[in-house]
């Protein structure tokens, strides 16, 4: 069931201006502060949840990306420094890396603060909840403008973030660009075409360089560069991790994908329909790892490395993790619970290859990062 009050308030919106773009309809959808999908309770987990991440699946997530951040504190030398996570959740992740530089880090933990970065009020109240053993080293901002207010030292990480933030929707054919907008219709909403809504969006389009000869609807999106240039402007010196599922744009953009990425998350059933269940489903899109790294480029961080999942974390040491499991307690139903959480993380048929981890840096050489001693793709492929 769609929530009521949400569908009253886009259609209210629609009635009076006509049609508006799929990106705000997918951002009153999800963000709407009263309505919207991550206002709520949000329904992540195994088995009342819409979906899971990674750190619903092992804590050991969070342990091996709090090992790279580890390293690259170490890296960044003696002083203050941040930790600032791009939307949290209910914070699991966060807890994790606590967790894991409270007994580690030594005295680089006594000089870090981690900043969490979260627009939902309710996210936030959750956050607090889960993180209260730390609550001394916290700090929360809500958006943009809050970030690049104080520039930092330290690490900037996001863990599924990019892929919910709201996106323009076109359809392409040859030359021909076209938009898809949201209007009103008897039952719910129907999509109409028309021009491009802004000259940026369609210089966006025409870089892509992809002109399929059959009608293709493609999905871009226009505030993740946005987010990317005010981390750089915020970032003094430092890393920053992305790990988000996603493709270079010359996988991204295919005629192979008629219909884009878009995809609706309900109870663990996944649909191409973003207009059923309104703020009662997840609606994603899978992230241009080629815009973030080139926009990265233009705003002044160096591109560091970009792997998949399973290579990441390779590097960090799962294997090895996961061979302790085994001659721990493999032949304990909890054991075996845990190795197949884990494997689930690498499986190169799932989360492992479709996940993708971009590394770049910004006044700091990168070399030699554990999670990046592996790479699966040639570096020629990701300037193309």
Request: include cysteine; proline fraction near 4%; charged fraction near 25%.
């Amino acid at each position: 069931m769609a929530k009521e009050r949400l569908l009253k308030k886009i259609r209210s919106i629609i009635q009076e201006e006509g049609q508006i773009s799929f990106d705000r309809y997918m951002d009153l959808a999800l963000y709407d502060p009263e309505e919207g999908y991550y206002s709520g309770e949000l329904n992540i987990g195994f088995e009342k949840g819409d979906y899971y991440t990674a750190p619903h699946l092992h804590p050991l997530f969070g342990t091996l990306v709090a090992k790279q951040v580890l390293e690259m504190i170490r890296l960044l030398g003696e002083g203050p420094c941040a930790l600032i996570e791009l939307g949290a959740g209910k914070g699991l992740l966060a807890y994790d890396v606590l967790s894991f530089l409270r007994k580690n880090a030594g005295e680089a933990f006594d000089r870090l603060r981690y900043i969490l970065v979260e627009r939902s009020a309710r996210m936030r109240e959750l956050q607090e909840r889960r993180l209260s053993p730390w609550k001394e080293k916290i700090e929360w901002c809500a958006d943009l403008s809050a970030m690049v207010s104080d520039r930092v030292r330290g690490c900037v990480l996001s863990n599924e973030f990019f892929d919910a933030l709201p996106v323009h929707r076109l359809l392409l054919r040859g030359d021909q660009i076209q938009e898809i907008y949201v209007a009103n219709a008897r039952a719910g909403f129907t999509e109409v075409l028309g021009q491009v809504s802004s000259d940026l969006l369609r210089q966006k389009v025409e870089a892509l360089e992809f002109k399929p000869k059959t009608p293709t609807m493609i999905e871009v999106n226009l505030l993740a560069p946005r987010w990317l240039e005010a981390i750089a402007r915020s970032l003094d010196r430092g890393f920053v991790i992305t790990i988000d599922y996603g493709h270079l744009a010359h996988d991204l953009y295919s005629q192979r994908r008629p219909r884009g990425t878009l995809l609706c998350y309900y109870r663990h059933t996944v649909s191409e329909d973003p207009y059923e269940r309104v703020g009662e489903q997840d609606i994603t899109s899978h992230v241009n790892f080629t815009d973030l790294i080139r926009t990265g480029e233009q705003a002044g961080m160096g591109t560091v490395g970009f792997s998949d999942q399973t290579h990441f974390l390779m590097g960090l040491g799962i294997a090895q993790e996961m061979e302790r499991i085994v001659s721990q307690g493999a032949a304990t139903a909890q054991g075996e619970r845990e190795f197949l959480a884990l494997k689930q993380l690498i499986d190169p048929a799932g989360m492992g290859r479709v996940f993708k981890v971009l590394v770049q840096s910004k006044n700091i050489e990168g070399k030699g990062l554990a999670g990046m001693t592996y790479r699966p793709f040639f570096p020629e492929a990701i300037t193309r």
